[in-house]
């Protein structure tokens, strides 16, 4: 094992540092390393700079990842924290996620400062998200809301709550978790009432595919089972060819040593959705999460946004 010091990348918002120091903390532990072995390097993105505008109308997801992508690449830096939520499902040449880190909760909150639940809401209420999951999944069961663009870091976002820019919106209650900030959950939102979007709650870490010593001492913090329920995910949305522009939602969990899959497409008005649910062998995850996409495509046709 080389001893030279390592430098994780990651964005700068308050989650993206506290998962790169949760990536820290576990390399430590498995490497028998110490804090100081590491450079934790900020590196501004795309999807950072420009927040007046939704993720759909300025390029989707890569927003988040490419300047990420670019510095692993140059090797500015040996790995980059992702939340696996922003990454596209197709990765540059020349770059895998070697690790999945234990997930977390997968769930939505719904935050208000004034009303319990989404169907407490009054009639035309304004619900403030940035996510075409959250918004056609919303619409689906209140057609009445009002959505208004909800950019920026979870903090950001609370705050124009409380400024009264809308009466509720979601976040994951992941990165709540992660920033300590679960006591400004309203309302958990089960899984049986709004599918998460797809690798919701996962951090996923990324390295150069020609650093082979990179790749061993990062295996060695994979969490298998989260690998797994996001391999089929990420399969589910791949074959829809999911971007923000697509509701897009999906939820694998292993029970009994089989992997069962939900997920979902939507119109952007919630008004058609196009579910569908598969189980099968946790080796064959990727092949049943692309083959539910297909299905999923196949009845969805024209209607879902690519």
């Known amino acids: 094992m080389t001893e030279q010091r390592l430098k994780i990348g990651t964005r700068g918002s308050p989650l993206a540092l506290a998962q790169a120091h949760e990536t820290r903390s576990r390399l430590m532990t498995a490497l028998g390393r110490k804090a100081e072995d590491f450079d934790i390097v900020v590196i501004k993105t795309t999807g950072d700079m420009v927040r007046d505008r939704p993720l759909s109308e300025i390029g989707g997801k890569g927003l988040f990842t490419k300047e990420l992508e670019d510095a692993l690449l140059s090797g500015a830096i040996d790995l980059a924290v992702h939340s696996l939520k922003d990454m596209p499902s197709a990765l540059p040449e020349g770059l895998e996620i070697v690790s999945v880190l234990p997930r977390e909760d997968v769930r939505d909150a719904f935050i208000s400062v004034k009303w319990p639940r989404l169907m407490a809401l009054p009639q035309g209420a304004r ?12 619409l689906r069961l209140r057609p009445d809301l009002v959505p208004v663009q909800f950019r920026g870091n979870v903090e950001t976002r609370l705050q124009k709550l409380k400024d009264g820019v809308a009466e509720a919106t979601f976040l994951a209650v992941a990165g709540l978790k992660r920033l300590g900030l679960g006591s400004m959950i309203t309302t958990l939102i089960g899984t049986d009432e709004m599918l998460p979007c797809v690798a919701q709650g996962a951090i996923g870490i990324e390295i150069n595919s020609a650093r082979a010593e990179m790749r061993d001492l990062v295996a060695k913090i994979n969490h298998e089972p989260s690998q797994f329920a996001v391999d089929c995910e990420r399969a589910f949305m791949a074959a829809l060819d999911g971007s923000c522009r697509t509701p897009i939602a999906g939820h694998a969990v292993i029970k009994n040593g089989e992997i069962h899959f939900r997920g979902e497409a939507l119109t952007l008005d919630g008004k058609h959705h196009f579910p569908v649910e598969a189980k099968g062998a946790v080796a064959d995850r ?21």
């Open 286 to 306: 990727a092949r049943i999460g692309r083959e539910a996409g297909e299905d999923v495509k196949k009845r969805g046709g024209a209607l879902i946004a690519y």
């Open 127 to 138: 619900l403030g998200s940035s996510s075409v999951r959250r918004t056609a999944q919303a």
